[in-house]
């Protein structure tokens, strides 16, 4: 059978954007990208965060772009993002800064400040409500009027239209650290990394590995945070505390750049991003001078929006890739950090769909030859004889290259 190769070109690949666009239009309805923001605010959350650019706006238009594909919206984000031209860097954000609308912790009962449910599904029945099939305006208009009858006062905003959020609460391992019952590590003065514009080096500093966490695709961190935690690692972990809410962003003044330290008051608020922030409390155990000791380590998690299951799973992988006893591949930092990168992974998926005619080739070669040499050995086992496995590869050429010339 021969091989030939497939043609068309720049007019196929033009014909085939075409078809892309027509598969979107054809319905001939418009969805408005603002609405995409309303309806799944989610869906545009997971794309700024694996995206690393905070732009609600333009994240709705690259999930239309991409018809709801997740990995094209991310990649459209990422191409759009390196086109941006850095003006400022922010100061350094506490999360102690947070505006807090949820808070709890699996650790501990009371916690100074409460625990803060917030809204969360984590408690409801996942049972399909097919009444949203046929849910119009009136039936929204209703249901809030109930919902604002029913709770005591508004939970977005207050009476002046403000935001009502908790401020000022304490962290829950504040109270493990004063207690001398949480592991404590030297101060990390280093720069971070910037991985978008530093190539990864392995072992990774921990700032390179927490960025590479937070933008990863979240269901691979999700995924890989799990296999660590059911028995492909040592890392499983309690809530000290998770955290969602808002947190400030900040830049120096820029007339007075390069005065050296600035009032920390005589700044510009540039706004408000929400985070999710998790502090996992891990067991961790040490031997030293022949004794034993159990304390406990922290894993860390902090992520755009408000998913809360990659903020723990990230914070499970945050301490299982600060382990030195490398045991799991989910302690590995090159295959973690490598694998949960979703647009190199698509990427290097995708390019299988590209001609690999020359590779494939030589594969098929390698494997006829391969067979007329397994041929020969049984047709000669068959008469009892017995020849080198020189003398068989020279044959199996032969035959190669008699099968191409009568091509």
């Known amino acids: 059978m021969g091989y030939v190769a497939v043609s068309g070109g720049e007019e196929a690949i033009a014909a085939s954007l075409d078809l892309m666009e027509y598969a979107r239009v054809k319905s001939g309805s418009c969805l408005p990208a603002d609405l995409i923001g309303e309806a799944l605010p989610e869906l545009v959350e997971q794309v700024q965060s694996e995206g690393s650019l905070w732009a609600p706006q333009i994240a709705q238009v690259a999930i239309k772009q991409a018809r709801g594909s997740v990995e094209e919206a991310v990649f459209l984000i990422r191409a759009f993002r390196s086109t941006l031209e ?14 807090i609308d949820r808070r ?9 400040g409460g625990q803060i449910l917030g809204a969360t599904r984590d408690y409801s029945h996942r049972l399909i409500d097919f009444g949203l099939a046929e849910e119009g305006p009136d039936d929204v208009a209703r249901a809030l009027e109930d919902l604002r009858a029913k709770l005591p006062s508004d939970p977005i905003e207050g009476d002046d239209g403000s935001v009502e959020l908790f401020d000022d609460v304490p962290k829950v391992c504040s109270y493990l650290r004063s207690i001398n019952l949480l592991a404590t590590y030297p101060i990390d003065d280093e720069p971070p990394v910037d991985i978008t514009k530093t190539p990864l080096a392995f072992p990774c500093q921990r700032s390179a590995i927490l960025q590479c966490l937070t933008r990863g695709m979240t269901q691979a961190v999700i995924a890989i945070g799990y296999a660590a935690i059911r028995g492909f690692g040592l890392s499983h972990p309690t809530i000290g505390e998770l955290r969602r809410g808002t947190l400030p962003v900040c830049i120096d003044d820029p007339s007075r750049a390069g005065e050296g330290a600035l009032d920390p008051e005589d700044a510009y608020y540039l706004g408000s991003i929400p985070c999710c922030e998790v502090e996992s409390l891990i067991v961790h155990d040490t031997e030293e001078n022949g004794v034993h000791r159990s304390d406990l380590d922290m894993g860390y998690g902090l992520v755009f929006g408000g998913d809360e299951s990659k903020a723990i799973a990230m914070s499970v992988l945050d301490h299982s890739l600060r382990q030195d006893d490398v045991k799991f591949p989910t302690q590995d930092q090159e295959f973690v950090l490598t694998h949960i990168e979703g647009v190199e992974a698509t990427g290097f998926i995708s390019h299988l769909k590209l001609p ?34 020189g003398a068989e590869v020279a044959d199996a050429q032969g035959a190669d290259d008699t099968v191409e010339g009568g091509r």
């Not at 098929?364 to 040499?373: E, G, K, M, P, T």
């Open 86 to 99: 850095r003006l400022h860097v922010s100061r350094t954000i506490e999360s102690t800064d947070m505006a």
């Open 104 to 112: 709890i912790s699996s650790a501990f009962r009371d916690i100074p």
């Open 356 to 389: 690999h005619y020359v590779t494939f080739q030589s594969k098929l070669d390698s494997a006829r030859r391969s067979a007329a040499i397994a041929k020969e050995r049984a047709e000669r086992a068959a008469h009892g004889e017995q020849r080198t496995v």
